[in-house]
């Protein structure tokens, strides 16, 4: 079964900071990564994916991703953080075959500092 | 985008009494629907899928009696959650994956059941 380790729990930061989050997988074969944002009182909502192609993947807000397979890494970064990217961050992997259910990360807490 | 909906977005019950929530592609047909669970600070945990006309593949823990999913047609799936106890309280959340798209997954925003 696959898992997905994100190693920062709680990051704070403060506004026009570099952000990058950690995400680590384990499956054997081809996998779906993607990076969802969960904001305060809000659902999750999807800022980027990769299926295949070039690996580093933009997202939304400025936000992008870079799928490095060798290290079965798909790690999130953001040049510039604002006070409004405070928010629950999960990382999501599924097998290309299967049931197609996503497996998420245990999530990190970004808190922005104005 | 694809649209999913949740209702109710909220509900609090007595304990022991059933509770039905709903999930519903808008503006697709979704021939899977996930179900998940979050517990406060805590990460998504999948409890079921949802096949339309088949009957739901549960995860390793999940009591299928007691989480009720039926997956009528393309655009509902219903989780019923049956005698309730306050440890069912939760943050329950569907998403739906559409009959003929790629492997993206839309969520609703969840419905928040609180068993007292």
């Known amino acids: 079964a696959q898992s997905v380790s994100q190693h920062n729990h709680h990051v704070i930061l403060s506004e026009a900071a570099s952000l990058e989050l950690g995400c680590n997988y384990s499956?054997?074969?081809?996998?779906?990564l993607f990076w969802y944002v969960q904001y305060p009182g809000q659902h999750l909502q999807l800022l980027l994916k990769?299926?295949?192609?070039?690996?580093l993947v933009k997202g939304i807000k400025g936000f992008e991703a870079e799928f490095i397979k060798s290290k079965f890494s798909f790690n999130l970064r953001k040049p510039s953080v604002q006070w409004s990217d405070t928010a629950e961050y999960f990382c999501?992997?599924?097998?290309?075959?299967?049931?197609?259910?996503?497996?998420f990360g245990s999530g990190t807490r970004l808190q922005v500092q104005p | 985008g694809a649209v999913v909906s949740q209702h109710p977005s909220w509900v609090i019950c007595k304990s022991g009494t059933s509770v039905k929530i709903e999930c519903r592609s808008l503006?697709?047909?979704?021939?899977?629907m996930f179900w998940y669970r979050q517990f406060p600070k805590q990460s998504l945990m999948l409890m079921a899928t949802?096949?339309?006309?088949?009957?739901?593949?549960?995860e390793q823990g999940v009591e299928k009696d007691k989480f009720l999913i039926n997956h009528a047609s393309l655009t509902l799936s219903t989780l019923t959650v049956t005698s309730a106890h306050p440890e069912d309280s939760s943050f329950y959340i569907c998403?739906?994956?559409?009959?003929?798209?790629?492997?993206?997954?839309?969520f609703g925003p969840g419905t928040r059941l609180t068993v007292l």
């Open positions: 949802s096949n339309e006309g088949s009957k739901a593949t549960y």
């Open positions: 503006d697709f047909q979704a021939t899977t």
């Open positions: 998403s739906a994956r559409s009959a003929g798209g790629n492997n993206e997954q839309f």
């Open positions: 990769y299926f295949s192609g070039d690996p």
């Open positions: 999501a992997v599924n097998p290309d075959t299967g049931r197609r259910a996503l497996t």
């Open positions: 499956y054997g074969g081809t996998v779906n």
